[in-house]
């Protein structure tokens, strides 16, 4: 019982730190705009902020589906616990996908 407690939980103890990368990037996007409004167009490129509104997506389904997949997994755990910890590893690696997309995003918006 406890490694399916154990599984459904680790998904939901990833949130916190998904959400305070969403906090930085979305104050960093608050910053191009401001720019953008400032100084006009050539001063930040179109493709940055493109770049930061994709990373605050994919941080946003990151958030989401490891916070379905521990939902799931608690849900699944009671009626069906010999699937659920498989639904939990197959969710939470979509999660780390979004994660590590969000990270590519936000790389690349530096080196631009």
Not at 43 to 57: G, T
Not at 85 to 102: E, K, M, P
């Amino acid at each position: 019982m406890n490694e399916i407690l154990g599984a459904w939980v680790a998904p939901i103890l990833l949130i916190p730190g998904l959400a305070l990368l969403t906090i930085s990037t979305a104050n960093r996007y608050n910053q191009v705009l401001t720019s953008i409004a400032t100084f006009g167009e050539g001063a930040i490129s179109k493709r940055k902020q493109k770049l930061l509104a994709r990373a605050l997506v994919s941080l946003f389904m990151g958030i989401a589906i490891n916070g379905v997949a521990g939902l799931a997994g608690g849900a699944l755990s009671v009626w069906y616990p010999y699937i659920s910890n498989g639904v939990i590893v197959v969710l939470s690696c979509v999660g780390v996908i979004a994660l590590l997309a969000a990270t590519w995003f936000l790389i690349w918006e530096l080196i631009q």
